[in-house]
C-alpha cells in the first residue's frame, strides 16, 4: 500500500494513478483492513477526476450515502457515466438500513444508468438488490406493455442466446431464476418467429 501511495503521489493528476487510488481503496475495504484503505483515501490529487474519486473513497470507507451521492454528481459533471452510476449505486446501498425508500431510487437510477450503457450485469445486480429489498425492478407495475416488440429484459436475453449463453448461464448473468429466463426465451423466440438459439440474431 506504501509503495502504491508513493507512485501515486510522483504521478500526481494522472487520470491512471486516480484509479489507483480508486481501485486500492475497494481492493483493501474487500480484504477488510479499512484503516490501510483510509490512509490511501488520504493520497491527495488535485483534478476533478480526483476529487471525485476522493468523495467516493470517503462515502464507501463511512458508508456515508451523502458523500457516495456527491461523488455521483461530480462524475456526472466530468461527464463519466459509468462511474456515476457506480457511485448512485453505492449510495442506495449505504442508505437500505436507514431510508430504504431513497435506497430504492438510488438503486433504480444506477440500474438505469447501467442499462443505458450496455452495462447488463451491473444492471441486473442493481435489479436484484431493489427485488430482494421489495423494489421493482425494469419499471415496476404499470410499466407498458411491449405487445410483439421485444421488452428490455427479453432484448437482453436475446442478445445473450445471441452470444451462445445457455438458460442457466443466463439465469446467472441476470440474477433470474431458471422458469423466468425459460418464460422470456420462450417470448424472445415467439417475438422473433425462430424455433431455434441459433435464430437469433443480436438485436
Known amino acids: 500500500m506504501d509503495a502504491l501511495a508513493d507512485v501515486v503521489r510522483a504521478k500526481g493528476g494522472w487520470a491512471w494513478s486516480v484509479e489507483l487510488v480508486d481501485a486500492g481503496v475497494d481492493a483493501l475495504l474487500r480484504a477488510d483492513q479499512p484503516d490501510r484503505a483510509r490512509e490511501l483515501a488520504d493520497v491527495t490529487i488535485a483534478t476533478p477526476l480526483g476529487a471525485a474519486v476522493a468523495l467516493r473513497c470517503r462515502g464507501s470507507l463511512a458508508s456515508d450515502p451523502d458523500l457516495l451521492a456527491a461523488a455521483a454528481d461530480r462524475f456526472a459533471a466530468l461527464p463519466m457515466p459509468y462511474e456515476r452510476a457506480r457511485a448512485t449505486e453505492a449510495a442506495g446501498r449505504a442508505r437500505l438500513a436507514a431510508d430504504p425508500s431513497a435506497a430504492l431510487v438510488d438503486l433504480g437510477v444506477a440500474a438505469r444508468l447501467f442499462a443505458d450503457l450496455g452495462a447488463t450485469w451491473d444492471a441486473a445486480r442493481c ?49 433470474l431464476s431458471a422458469r423466468t429466463v425459460e418464460r422470456h426465451v420462450a417470448g424472445v423466440f415467439r417475438k422473433l418467429g425462430v424455433r431455434r438459439r441459433d435464430q437469433v440474431r443480436l438485436p
Do not use: D, Q
Open 127 to 175: 435489479e436484484h438488490a431493489l427485488r430482494e429489498h421489495g423494489g421493482a425492478a425494469g419499471g415496476g407495475p404499470g410499466r407498458r406493455g411491449y405487445g410483439a416488440e421485444l421488452s428490455p429484459r427479453e432484448r437482453e436475453v436475446a442478445r445473450l442466446i445471441a452470444l451462445g449463453r445457455t438458460n442457466k448461464e443466463i439465469a446467472e448473468v441476470l440474477f
